[in-house]
């Protein structure tokens, strides 16, 4: 019994690519195990759920697992803009969401002019998005939900810039909403890559200045970073659980304030989906 849990905490702390088994006998001793079950004993398949845990630590944050370029199909077009990532938030109609800025549908994302809210799902029939992991993968959305009043931060009215499409299948590298929001003096992390900087890595600290009226501010560590292309990506906490969506900034490149979506936000224009 002693080797079977052993077996089971090695394999909850390293990296869930492999398939695990729980295997329990016809006398009812059940062992873990890294091959399918004898055909004596009940087998359950414990991949999924080792994989789902697997995006707690910040190494796969790091790696870039989750977060992703997405190019978007619409109507009128596809175009690429921005960035996304997947949020394991399961819906009545999808497992989990990849998740984005609402104004990357409109002028600042490169389109005519906005998709409303009311018309995202009828104009926006999907995305394809390449992980901003060493091994990229894409990953595959179905078409844009409504969410009530989304759009862009910079307009009057509630800060809803939130746009989210449903992925068939669970994504193993999923992230996960925080519990509770960052206070002032919080440390966050933007999580993105860079254009034509490629040796910062995807982590981006900053300082929690603010977090009222939707919008969580942060001010950059060593002053300022070039931020083209990152509306949409998430901003973390120290545990690698999203705390908001970043959507811009304020000031200089010498001192810039990030804004981004709160979690308080979040959690609101989501909880209409369930």
């Given at each position: 019994m002693k080797k079977s849990f052993l077996l089971l905490a090695l394999v909850l702390a390293a990296p869930c690519h492999a398939q695990i088994f729980q295997c329990t006998s016809s006398s009812g001793k059940t062992e873990?195990?890294?091959?399918?079950?004898?055909?004596?004993?009940t087998a359950k398949d414990l991949t999924a759920n080792l994989q789902a845990k697997s995006i707690s630590s910040l190494d796969s944050i790091r790696d870039g697992q989750s977060i992703c370029r997405p190019e978007f199909h619409t109507s009128g077009g596809n175009y690429r803009a921005g960035t996304a990532f997947v949020l394991d938030y399961p819906t009545r109609n999808a497992k989990a969401l990849l998740v984005t800025?609402?104004?990357?549908?409109?002028?600042?994302?490169?389109?005519?002019?906005?998709?409303?809210?009311?018309?995202?799902?009828?104009?926006?029939?999907?995305?394809?998005?390449?992980t901003l992991a060493r091994n990229s993968r894409k990953i595959s959305s179905g078409s844009a939900l409504a969410l009530r009043d989304a759009q862009s931060f910079s307009r009057h009215g509630n800060n809803r810039d939130i746009a989210a499409l449903p992925l068939k299948d669970t994504q193993p590298f999923a992230m996960k909403l925080a519990k509770s929001s960052p206070k002032p003096g919080d440390t966050v992390y933007l999580v993105a890559q860079l254009l034509g900087d490629s040796r910062s890595g995807l982590m981006h600290k900053g300082t929690v200045t603010g977090n009222k009226a939707g919008l969580l501010e942060f001010a950059y560590e060593g002053g300022g970073i070039s931020l083209q292309a990152t509306s949409g990506a998430p901003v973390i906490n120290e545990s690698g659980e999203v705390v908001g969506i970043h959507v811009g900034a304020r000031g200089s490149l010498g001192q810039m304030t990030g804004l981004a979506v709160n979690l308080n936000q979040i959690s609101s224009v989501l909880s209409t989906l369930q």
């Amino acid at each position: 019994m002693k080797k079977s849990f052993l077996l089971l905490a090695l394999v909850l702390a390293a990296p869930c690519h492999a398939q695990i088994f729980q295997c329990t006998s016809s006398s009812g001793k059940t062992e873990f195990r890294d091959e399918p079950c004898d055909s004596k004993s009940t087998a359950k398949d414990l991949t999924a759920n080792l994989q789902a845990k697997s995006i707690s630590s910040l190494d796969s944050i790091r790696d870039g697992q989750s977060i992703c370029r997405p190019e978007f199909h619409t109507s009128g077009g596809n175009y690429r803009a921005g960035t996304a990532f997947v949020l394991d938030y399961p819906t009545r109609n999808a497992k989990a969401l990849l998740v984005t800025a609402q104004h990357l549908f409109g002028p600042d994302g490169g389109m005519p002019q906005d998709i409303p809210w009311q018309s995202m799902p009828n104009q926006v029939s999907g995305a394809d998005c390449s992980t901003l992991a060493r091994n990229s993968r894409k990953i595959s959305s179905g078409s844009a939900l409504a969410l009530r009043d989304a759009q862009s931060f910079s307009r009057h009215g509630n800060n809803r810039d939130i746009a989210a499409l449903p992925l068939k299948d669970t994504q193993p590298f999923a992230m996960k909403l925080a519990k509770s929001s960052p206070k002032p003096g919080d440390t966050v992390y933007l999580v993105a890559q860079l254009l034509g900087d490629s040796r910062s890595g995807l982590m981006h600290k900053g300082t929690v200045t603010g977090n009222k009226a939707g919008l969580l501010e942060f001010a950059y560590e060593g002053g300022g970073i070039s931020l083209q292309a990152t509306s949409g990506a998430p901003v973390i906490n120290e545990s690698g659980e999203v705390v908001g969506i970043h959507v811009g900034a304020r000031g200089s490149l010498g001192q810039m304030t990030g804004l981004a979506v709160n979690l308080n936000q979040i959690s609101s224009v989501l909880s209409t989906l369930q």
